[in-house]
C-alpha cells in the first residue's frame, strides 16, 4: 500500500501536528537516508515476503491517492484500505507519548521517518526522495503502525474500540460446525515481526483459524499480538461463551470407530 506524498501537502493545514507535542516539523533531506543500512531483512515465514513484493511491484499509477476532496489522517486511510478491516484506529495522544513507543526505534526501519508519516508531520523536501526511499517509508510506516496497535489494543480504549468490531463481526466467524458461527478474535502466534501472519481465534472451541479473506491472511500477527484475544475476554467476561461441548463421531455403517483405530 502506497500514499501519493504530493497529496500530503494538502492536508497540512488540518493535520499539522502541534509543536508543544513534536518539538519540530522535520526537514529532511534524501542524503539523510541511508537505504542500504536500513533495509529490513526478508521475511522468514508465510506470505509476509509475497505480499510486499507484490505491493513493491505497483506503479504509480496504481498508487492509493487522496484527492483534494479527502482530508483524512493516515491513520484512517490505512485502517480503511481493504484487508485491514481488523485494526482499530490508534489514538493520537497514545502515538505522542513517547512511553508507549518504547523500544520500536529499534525494531523499524527509518523510525523517524515512519513515525511521521503516521503522525501526518510534512516533509519540506518530499520531491529530494527517490521513489525508493518512499517505498521504504510507507512499509516501515505500516510496520511500526502494526506493531504501535497491538500494543494499543491491550489497554481500555484498545479494547473498547476493537469491542465495536468484534460485535459486527469484523473478525469473522469460526469455520467449525459445533461453535455455530462463533465470533472470532484475531490473534498473533508470536510478538516477533515478521514471523507469522495472523490467525482468529475462536472463543467457544478455543482454537485458532485462517482468516478467510486472502488480504487479511498475509497481515503480520505480531500487530495484533499472543494476548489481545485473552485479556479481551478477562475484560469482558460477559462476552466469553460456553466452552462447546458437541464435537464430530467418526461412523462406519453407523458404529463409532474405536479411538485406536484412528
Known sequence: MFICWCSRRKRK?????????????????????????????????????????????????EATCFDEENDGSWISWFCNQKGNEFFCEVDYDYILDDFNLSGLNNQ???????????LDVDYSH????????????????????????????????GMSAMLEKYRKYQFGRCPR???????????GQSDVPRSKTVKI????????????????????????GTTFPHLFLM???????????????????GFKVRKEMN
Not at 239 to 246: E, F, H, I, T
Open 108 to 118: 523499524v526501519a527509518c523510525y523517524d521517518y515512519a513515525l511521521d508519516l503516521v
Open 13 to 61: 493545514e488540518s493535520m499539522h501536528i502541534n509543536k508543544e507535542h513534536r518539538n519540530i516539523v522535520r526537514s529532511y533531506s534524501a542524503t539523510d537516508l541511508n537505504i542500504a543500512s536500513s533495509m529490513p531483512s526478508a521475511p522468514s515465514q508465510d506470505d509476509i515476503s509475497s505480499e510486499q513484493e507484490a505491493s513493491s511491484s505497483k506503479t504509480s499509477e
Open 177 to 187: 460446525i459445533h461453535c455455530n458461527k462463533q465470533r472470532c478474535l484475531p490473534v
Open 126 to 157: 518530499d520531491d529530494s526522495f527517490t521513489d525508493e526511499q518512499k517505498d521504504l517509508i510507507e512499509w516501515a510506516a505500516e510496520m511500526l503502525y502494526g506493531l504501535i496497535h497491538a500494543r494499543f489494543i491491550a489497554t481500555s480504549k
Open 235 to 253: 475484560t469482558y467476561e460477559h462476552l466469553k461463551p460456553q466452552k462447546a461441548s458437541q464435537s464430530y463421531v467418526p461412523t462406519v455403517f
Open 201 to 224: 481465534y475462536c472463543p467457544k472451541c478455543e482454537d485458532i483459524y485462517t482468516p478467510q479473506s486472502k488480504q487479511q491472511e498475509k497481515i503480520d500477527g505480531a500487530y495484533f
